[in-house]
């Protein structure tokens, strides 16, 4: 059990701004404001894959990826994406967890997201309702809430495997631990570093996340290959379950 000192949340999340992009969440309170233009809920996205407001998000994201990388197969941008998106949501909320002692919460109704923009200004989020930094609400906050609807639709959708996607989050949580426990340590915030770590250990044991690799201190070994090898010019990723890019067919078991 991992007890937290408990902070509250201020308006602008102001703590998560010194450990960069990807942990900094774009607020109503914010010095600045919302953004210019409206933006999508996520609860607008999840609500219907079929919708315009999905093609505007989701697959225009997808798409932009896609082009980026100059890969010409769906399921591997699909799958890119979908560890980014992972990758934020998991920094945001763990970030907060260990900083705070509570998590904000990522309602579909209050995270918005401007897919063609990149951290820190793809998230914006209405109001800072505090929720508390236990592990069970974080896989509520992330596992359950965003993550579970995305793999189900890119599973539908793309062909993506589920344990593919799985280990992308999976993947995405040890980076955020890891990223954050690197800035604990030269901050010389060692109750964050393990807050971060024992956080992070206990969300392992998720059933979602049990079977997606093996967390050990801050290290990472997946199970699954989240197909990077295959982008142009790409290879295999340091936790990949794979040491070198196998030589296979174009759609090889990696999921």
Sequence with gaps: MVLLPIVNLDPDLAALRPLGGFFVLRTTG????????????FAEIYENPKSDVYRKSMTFRIEVVGERLRVSEPRVAASVAQQALAARLWSVALGCAALYGRVPDLDPCLLHWDASAVAPDDLWLTEVRPRPGDPATLADTVLHTHLE????????????????????????????????????RGSGRTDVAHRARSLTAELFTHPLLSTTGTFTGTAFRRRSCCLYYRVPGGGVCGDCCFTRPP?????????
């Design 30 to 41: 914010a010095r600045g404001g919302p953004p210019a233009g409206p933006l999508p809920a």
């Design 247 to 255: 030589r296979s067919s174009p759609r090889a078991p990696c999921g």
């Design 149 to 184: 609807p995305v793999c189900d639709t890119l599973h539908a959708r793309y062909g993506v495997a589920t344990g593919l996607l799985w280990g992308n989050a999976g993947s995405a949580l040890a980076g955020a631990a890891r990223e954050l426990v690197r800035w604990a």
